[in-house]
């Protein structure tokens, strides 16, 4: 199912891509995925009224090197300030910018931003085309409707397409179903059919059997693996064939980079919840977290980390 995939002149080296995830695909572990198959990855969502106010937090969200192809996602209401988000120089780096119109937090929809736009066709599209406006190729990510009384997967790709979006990612459930439940193929199908931009497929994926269902059931051009890739980010091995490396290698060359870019403190908090990710399902893992969580230094749980995390006999 691994093929390249172009995207207005964005070639990508596979189909395969890693999703933006709140809290988690900082540079690190977008960087981390990115060796390890993951054919386009996604900063997390960023504000576009925070690039307004020039927040030094956000502007930390978007660091990043020299790799290529990469992508940014921004949220946001206003036009204008959407467009400027991608007019800056923070954003400038970025060879793809996607709009998030898929966040069910309630935080965000009560603004108007993520799905809320979804129930405002005419200001989603307002939103895509001042972005498209800025010169910079964009995407958007959405989900297939608010419920089940209220599907539009179909109607709204099109919507993007024609405001502008060069790729549409579908996350095939509805907002009120967050994160559960089957991927619903039909709804991804029907977005698939109605668009001539490529389409990728989200929502589901946790092996590259998923995906290949994922593929067959839509047509879509491409698969975004979200959850899968936190718990077992060697998940990209099984689409390239490579060998998987050891999972404690892995972790402490992400903790490492998390400590250089971000500072001891962050990584020690952030590196915790990433072991107990990747300690998932192995003997032990419950009092295992325990004792993660009880670590109060980088080199602890580094040490702890080579000992949790070392091949299962
Ligand atoms: C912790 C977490 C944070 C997320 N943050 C974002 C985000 O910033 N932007 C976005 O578009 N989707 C976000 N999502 C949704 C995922 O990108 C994806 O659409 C969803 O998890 C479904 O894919 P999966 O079934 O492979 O997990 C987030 C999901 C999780 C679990």
């Known amino acids: ?45 960023v504000s576009a009224k925070g690039l307004h106010y020039k927040s030094e937090e956000t502007k930390q969200l978007l660091l990043c090197g020299e790799e290529s192809p990469k992508a940014a996602q921004i949220f946001g209401s206003d036009p204008g300030v959407m467009r400027e988000a991608c007019e800056s120089e923070a954003l400038k780096d970025f060879d793809l ?63 993007c397409e024609g405001a502008g979006a060069c790729l549409i990612t579908v996350h095939g459930r509805t907002r009120d179903k967050i994160y559960a439940g089957p991927p619903d193929y039909a709804e991804i199908a029907a977005a698939k059919a109605a668009v ?76 915790r919840k990433m072991a107990a990710f990747y300690l998932k399902g192995r003997h032990g893992s419950a009092r295992g977290k325990q004792r993660l969580f009880a670590t109060q230094s980088v080199g602890e749980l580094s040490l702890l980390a080579r000992e949790l995390l070392a091949p299962e006999k």
């Open 1 to 45: 199912m691994l093929h390249t995939l172009d995207i207005a002149g964005m070639v990508c080296p596979n189909n395969v891509f890693l999703a933006p995830m709140a809290g988690y695909t900082n540079y690190p572990f977008r960087e981390m995925c990115r060796a390890l198959g993951a054919g386009l990855t996604f900063t997390e969502m």
């Open 97 to 159: 910018i996607d709009i998030n119109m898929g966040c069910p937090m309630p935080k965000i929809v009560k603004n108007g931003e993520g799905s809320a736009l979804m129930e405002n066709f005419p200001l989603a599209e307002k939103v895509i085309s001042a972005c498209a406006k800025s010169g910079k190729r964009i995407s958007v990510k959405f989900r297939i409707g608010t419920d089940g009384a209220h599907k539009c997967a179909a109607e709204f790709a099109k919507l």
């Open 196 to 271: 001539r931009i490529p389409v990728v497929a989200n929502g589901g994926i946790w092996s590259l059997k998923d995906a290949e269902r994922m593929t067959e059931r839509t047509g879509a051009d491409g698969v975004m693996i979200a959850r899968a890739a936190l718990y077992r980010p060697t998940v990209f091995c099984e689409f390239t064939g490579e060998a998987e490396p050891p999972l404690f290698a892995l972790f402490e060359r992400e903790l490492e980079e998390t400590r250089r870019l971000y500072g001891d403190r962050f990584a020690l908090v952030f590196m």
